[in-house]
Structure formats: C-alpha cells, structure tokens
C-alpha cells in the first residue's frame, strides 16, 4: 500500500487533516477516513467506537478496534442488546478494550436506542440526514482550518441524545461524520480529497436512496 504524503513525497509522513508518520494512522487514513459509509451496522459499529475515544486518542481506539469487534459481537445491535451486568462485569477485565463501565454500558444502551430508531426508519437514513444526504464538501488547506464541532454536528448530537445515546457530544460527532465520509475533510493538497470529490456523483446517488419517500 502506497503512503500518502503531503509536499515532501520522500519524508514518508503523512500530511493531512493530521501528520503522522505511524503506519497504523496511515492506513486508517488511506482505506477508511472520509470514505462515504452507508451501511447503518457499519455506521453503528463507528459511532460507538468514537464514543470509546472519549478522553484519549483516536489510534488508542483503533489498535483495540479488533477487541471491541469479538467483545460486542461485531456490534450487531440484536446481540449487544441481551448483553447483561456479567458480560459488562466480564469485558470490565478484559486488557483488549478501555475497561472502562460507562463505556461499556454505553454501547449497550446505544443499541438498544438504535433498535427503536430502526423501527422508523434505517439508521443511516437517520443519520445521513443530517447533512441533508449529501457529503460536506470542505475546502481546508491547512489543519488549522479543519473544525471540531459544526451545526450539522450540533444538531447529530442533540438528536442521538434524546434517541438514547450517550458519548455522543457535538465533537464526537463532528469527528464521526469526518470518519464516515458525512464530511470532507482532507486537505486540498491530500490525494485522498481530490479521490473522494471524484466519487461525489456516484455517492449523491447512492445517498438520494436513503430519503424518506414522501
């Protein structure tokens, strides 16, 4: 897999809405940040896990995100839900996640607020309309100007928290909707930016599918 770089192609770090040079965030960068992510398990699974984030660092999560899939079942929400005190008493010794009892029981109580939105409508119908089903086009040059919260954000947040949710504040959100492809936020001189904005057809497309028939 090839690296991407920002102006100096031989540093072998990666400059874009963040600068690392750690292979784990290169890849996470290259496969995953920003692409459009309308699968609404998919989309669970990473809500959850930027809610795990909370207080520490994003590649803390990301190392552990294997673990966090065998503990909760590949985060299907069916099976999460019939999890009791001794599976969190359980997975609260379990070194592979953030042991950590309001986390755990978070995702539990998350799957059980994604049930009742499912029995309405597709959570990524639910949460794509957020942005009015369509990706936020950014135009960030440098990482000072890339956001931590917006209205759309503000507006996630305050509606999963009235569902049930919980982790879910405003920059979590934000940062989700930058992971899930809501928002474009790589840098203008990112190879990935220019990538994505060439898909912007096909994704529009794919995302008008998600509007409530009227």
Same mark, same amino acid.
């Given at each position: 897999?090839?690296?991407?770089?920002?102006?100096?192609?031989? /540093?072998?770090?990666l400059s874009c809405a963040w600068k690392t040079s750690d292979p784990d965030y290169i890849a996470y960068h290259n496969e =995953?940040?920003? &692409?459009?992510?309308?699968?609404?398990?998919?989309?669970? %699974?990473?809500?959850?896990?930027?809610?795990?984030?909370a207080g520490l660092s994003w590649i803390t999560i990301l190392r552990k995100q294997a673990n966090y899939e065998k503990a909760?079942?590949? $985060?299907?929400? =069916?099976?999460?839900?019939?999890?009791?005190?001794?599976?969190?008493? &359980?997975? *609260?010794?379990?070194?592979?996640?953030?042991?950590?009892k309001l986390k755990i029981n978070s995702i539990i109580k998350n799957a059980k607020a994604y049930i009742e939105i499912e029995?309405?409508?597709?959570? /990524?119908?639910?949460?794509? #309309?957020?942005? =009015?089903?369509?990706?936020?086009?950014?135009?960030? %040059?440098?990482? %000072?100007?890339?956001?931590? !919260?917006?209205?759309?954000?503000?507006?996630?947040?305050?509606?999963?928290?009235?569902?049930? $949710?919980?982790?879910?504040?405003? !920059?979590?959100?934000?940062?989700?909707?930058?992971?899930?492809? *809501?928002?474009?936020?790589?840098? !203008?001189?990112?190879?990935?930016?220019?990538?994505?904005?060439?898909?912007?057809?096909?994704?529009?497309? #794919?995302?008008?599918?998600? &509007?409530?028939?009227?």
């Amino acid at each position: 897999m090839s690296e991407y770089v920002g102006n100096d192609a031989d /540093s072998n770090e990666l400059s874009c809405a963040w600068k690392t040079s750690d292979p784990d965030y290169i890849a996470y960068h290259n496969e =995953h940040w920003g &692409r459009p992510v309308l699968d609404s398990q998919e989309l669970f %699974a990473k809500l959850c896990l930027d809610g795990q984030q909370a207080g520490l660092s994003w590649i803390t999560i990301l190392r552990k995100q294997a673990n966090y899939e065998k503990a909760f079942y590949q $985060f299907d929400p =069916h099976k999460i839900i019939q999890m009791n005190d001794d599976d969190v008493q &359980r997975l *609260m010794q379990d070194k592979g996640i953030v042991r950590n009892k309001l986390k755990i029981n978070s995702i539990i109580k998350n799957a059980k607020a994604y049930i009742e939105i499912e029995k309405n409508m597709p959570f /990524s119908a639910y949460l794509w #309309q957020f942005t =009015h089903y369509q990706v936020i086009q950014n135009t960030c %040059a440098t990482s %000072a100007e890339v956001a931590v !919260t917006s209205s759309e954000s503000d507006a996630m947040a305050k509606a999963l928290k009235k569902a049930g $949710f919980s982790f879910v504040g405003s !920059t979590i959100c934000y940062a989700f909707m930058q992971a899930v492809g *809501m928002v474009n936020d790589h840098l !203008t001189t990112c190879p990935r930016y220019a990538e994505l904005l060439a898909q912007r057809e096909l994704v529009d497309e #794919q995302l008008q599918l998600l &509007r409530p028939k009227v």
